[in-house]
């Protein structure tokens, strides 16, 4: 696989944190996928893991949308800088209630690709700048 190549599977991988990209998860995420966020208290194992986390993102945020900024590849490695965007409508969050607040947070992922999957997914998100904008610091 070239560095290019896999470029293209962790930007397009980045879209399962946009709703309704469930699709690219089943497509790109290896069976035995590993997410590991700062935030996280312990790392994801397997897509089934992930989808449920994705599920209760999505709760939160039923309009999120990434976006990423810059992707640098070597060999089976891709870094990705992102920013999400969404809406909190739902669901206690940082203990703010569903405030209609539209949040920008910025992040950077470390995607590990292996035969066209990805294998590992790791990173890091803003939750400060997340829990500023939601008001949960006020």
Sequence with gaps: MTVAESERIAVEFLQVWTVGNFDVLE???ADDLRVDYAHFPEPLEGREAFRRVLEETFGYF???ETTPRTAVADEGTVAVEWQYEGTHRHGELFGVQPSGRRVRVDGMTFYRIAEGKVVEERGVVDVLGLM?????LE
């Design 27 to 29: 497509r790109l995420g």
């Design 132 to 136: 500023q904008q939601l008001g949960a």
């Design 62 to 64: 039923p309009d999120l």
